[in-house]
């Protein structure tokens, strides 16, 4: 079957680097996505990986090891306006994303 | 930038009431996808569609359908509203290519009593 992994919740410091990992299992494999959920509100774009190797995009990055069906997004300078749930979403075969329930990550001052 | 507006953010509807949300998008993608969110869960998909008239069911079609009579617009209905069908409903489409990108609509929050 098609399975997701990733913490439920992380806690990080306001100026802090965080890491939050993802590893799933699809029905083939066509790139990986990571989205941004406030509460309330709808998914926002951070990152998409087809490719193995770490790509980075202002404070956010995003890695993928396609071999170990792994990814991670790292967040540096943590700002309180992170604090969000983190979505890892891999695409299938079929072009469909397998979303996992995410990862909530709070801020502290 | 591409834009996904749904039609309601809020909705409340009574048990048994025939529901419509309506999700429009304004750049000609073919792959729209209508999904339910509930505390603890990912998303998860009902119906999705890869061009006008066409659709495929998702992981929970039951007590739904859908109509795509117009490439940017896909609809869904409850055909008789229940209370466990009070959730966050999530239109997206999906822009593949050089910039592969899932876009979404606003959500709508609806409430069955």
């Known amino acids: 079957g098609q399975n997701i992994d990733q913490p439920t919740e992380m806690t990080a410091t306001e100026g802090a680097i965080v890491q939050i990992n993802c590893t799933y299992q699809t029905s083939g494999f066509n790139g990986l996505f990571w989205y941004q959920q406030h509460a309330g509100e709808a998914p926002t774009f951070l990152s998409y990986n087809v490719l193995d190797g770490l790509e980075e995009k202002g404070r956010f990055s995003s890695f993928l090891s396609r071999s170990k069906g792994y990814s991670y997004l790292l967040l540096k300078e943590l700002q309180m306006k992170d604090s969000a749930s983190y979505l890892c979403?891999?695409?299938?075969?079929?072009?469909?994303?397998?979303w996992g329930a995410g990862t909530k990550l709070i801020i502290k001052p | 930038d591409v834009k996904v507006t749904q039609s309601s953010r809020y909705l409340v509807k009574r048990t048994g009431e025939k529901v419509f949300l309506e999700c429009v998008q304004d750049?000609?993608?073919?792959?729209m996808f209508w999904y339910r969110q509930d505390p603890g869960l990912g998303l998860r998909l009902i119906y999705f569609?890869?061009?006008?008239?066409?659709?495929e069911k998702g992981d929970i079609p039951e007590g739904y359908s859908v109509s795509r009579e117009k490439k940017e617009r896909f609809s869904l209905i409850l055909e008789s509203a229940s209370t466990n069908q009070t959730s966050m409903y999530l239109c997206?489409?999906?822009?593949?290519?050089?910039?592969?990108?899932?876009?979404f609509g606003q959500g709508t929050r609806l409430t069955v009593v």
């Open positions: 569609s890869y061009d006008v008239k066409m659709k």
């Open positions: 979403a891999p695409m299938d075969s079929n072009y469909q994303l397998i």
């Open positions: 750049m000609d993608h073919e792959n």
């Open positions: 997206a489409t999906l822009r593949q290519g050089a910039a592969t990108e899932a876009f």
